[in-house]
């Protein structure tokens, strides 16, 4: 069973927003926070789900912390928001948070209206685990509506040209590494879940991308990690899934925690119209 605390509403621009505090059933039971745009009635039979991973590097945040993001994403779509408070390394390494992701994405299948449409997202690090739950969610047959992935990290060793640009830019790419460290643990191998589906520390490792979710990928073009991005979206092309490549100049990394973020905005409309998003798009934002 799912223990809510009281439902309390925030203003916000856009649609009226409604959110409370939930435990998700699990194994290891997860925490979230529930955002439900609309009335308390309506909204969780009438709009998709969004399974949110916060940033922090896979160590840090909270889904308290990232409460203005996931409000005004769910004010700006329409869909429910969950917002889940993931388990962090080192203590907890992988795979552990997209044991908890995965997790929250069965518990948002449950719900009423949301057979058709639940998707995942994330921005930093927690994007990089929601595409992971997205490869996974492919392979066990049940691919998700869209994967929305703000600046993710991809690879592990950042030997992009992008990390060298600014020596001064954020993430480092040698506290990146470390980071990369601390998420992916001690131990080299795979893991696989009961019901045998593989889960990967980043999608750079999977043999094949083709059939995974349709990808809404936003990143600044100065960002350290843009040729991660860049990559990822070509490589989803080559594997014929519709992608949308949004790269607004002059935007840094953990745009989406500014009060004047220029990504939130496009991701929030992006899965307001997902059923509308052309199939395969690139833009930069001016």
Do not use: K
Not at 20 to 47: F, N
């Amino acid at each position: 069973m799912v223990r809510d605390a009281p439902t309390t509403s925030t203003p916000s621009a856009g649609t009226a927003v409604h959110w409370q505090q939930v435990m998700l059933p699990a194994a290891h039971p997860v925490p979230a926070r529930m955002y439900r745009p609309g009335t308390a009635r309506t909204s969780q039979q009438e709009h998709g789900w969004l399974v949110w991973a916060h940033g922090g590097s896979w160590q840090y945040g909270s889904a308290a912390q990232w409460h203005a993001v996931t409000h005004r994403l769910a004010s700006l779509s329409g869909w429910n928001v969950l917002s889940v408070d993931y388990r962090l390394a080192p203590e907890h390494p992988y795979p552990a948070p997209l044991e908890d992701l995965r997790a929250a994405v069965d518990w948002a299948r449950q719900r009423p209206g949301a057979q058709v449409s639940v998707a995942v997202g994330g921005d930093s690090a927690g994007a990089t685990l929601a595409a992971c739950v997205a490869l996974a969610e492919r392979d066990r047959g049940r691919p998700l509506a869209a994967q929305l992935l703000a600046y993710p990290p991809l690879d592990p060793d950042c030997t992009a040209a992008s990390y060298r640009r600014d020596p001064l830019g954020f993430p480092h790419p040698a506290q990146l590494r470390l980071a990369w460290r601390a998420w992916r643990g001690a131990s080299p191998g795979l893991v696989s879940t009961s019901d045998g589906t593989p889960l990967h520390r980043t999608p750079f490792d999977a043999c094949s991308l083709a059939g995974v979710a349709p990808a809404v990928l936003a990143v600044g073009a100065e960002d350290p990690v843009a040729d991660d991005v860049v990559e990822y979206a070509a490589r989803l092309r080559d594997a014929s899934v519709p992608v949308r490549l949004v790269q607004p100049p002059h935007t840094g990394h953990a745009d989406l925690l500014r009060p004047h973020s220029r990504l939130l905005p496009i991701l929030g409309t992006a899965l307001r119209d997902l059923r509308s998003t052309s199939p395969s798009e690139e833009e930069s934002a001016r």
